[in-house]
């Protein structure tokens, strides 16, 4: 018992240090490709324009659930969790702590906003971030390649046990204690281009806090408005 208190304080103390992005790895060239990254809670997520999503995404066409969410969405907004956790299937403290030693699966979930979203994300909770189209092609191909497919190579469909939460999908990524939604983000916005640190950023203010650092660098050196 005392080892498993060490360790999660450990953990917490790692994911309390501050980290700031390389300057010099912030894309400020032919990045006229923008995304946003969603923070609420102790969860973040990706906002991709529908349109690019549609273009890009090979899974967005594999299965009708997904293509009926997706192919006249004006935005995509895409997250990662615990199955049970994520899916409002469970949500109690038990489901959340044997989420990180004993997950049994992990779920994508995507939202398609056919109208401006916007409106529904306070502005304090989303920062606009530049890329290349490059890091825009990259970052779609993490999110397919973070869906589990059967042998046939089908997608998985999961239930929805909350209203209006768009639609939910296994996961091929193993969700645990040192790998939770918040450093899927993180690797989703390296992969992207970005210099995300993402181990042991655990918390959503973690991403978040260098997420504001990229674009407010690059709304200083681009003189654009992020």
Not at 137 to 149: E, G, K, P, T
């Amino acid at each position: 018992m005392r080892a498993l208190f060490a360790l999660l304080l450990s953990i917490t103390l790692l994911a309390g240090c501050q980290s700031v992005p390389d300057t010099r790895a912030i894309p400020l060239t032919d990045t006229g490709q923008s995304i946003w990254l969603i923070y609420r809670d102790w969860h973040t997520s990706v906002l991709i324009q529908g349109d690019a999503f549609w273009q890009y995404s090979k899974a967005a066409h594999a299965h009708p659930q997904l293509e009926s969410e997706a192919s006249s969405a004006r935005f995509v907004r895409v997250g990662w969790g615990d199955g049970d956790y994520f899916t409002g299937k469970s949500t109690n403290a038990g489901t959340a702590t044997r989420a990180l030693f004993a997950s049994g699966y992990s779920a994508l979930q995507i939202i398609g906003y056919e109208q401006d979203p916007f409106a529904s994300i306070p502005e304090d909770t989303r920062v606009q971030l530049h890329i290349t189209q490059d890091g825009l092609v990259a970052l779609i191909a993490y999110i397919d390649s973070s869906f589990a497919r059967d042998d046939a190579g089908t997608l998985q469909p999961l239930m929805s046990y909350v209203d209006n939460a768009g639609v939910f999908f296994e996961s091929a990524q193993r969700y645990g204690l040192l790998n939770n939604c918040n450093t899927w983000t993180g690797a989703g916005l390296q992969a992207a281009g970005l210099p995300i640190r993402s181990a042991f950023q655990l918390t959503a203010g973690s991403i978040f806090d260098q997420a504001q650092y990229i674009a407010t660098w690059q709304a200083s050196q681009l003189q654009v408005q992020p």
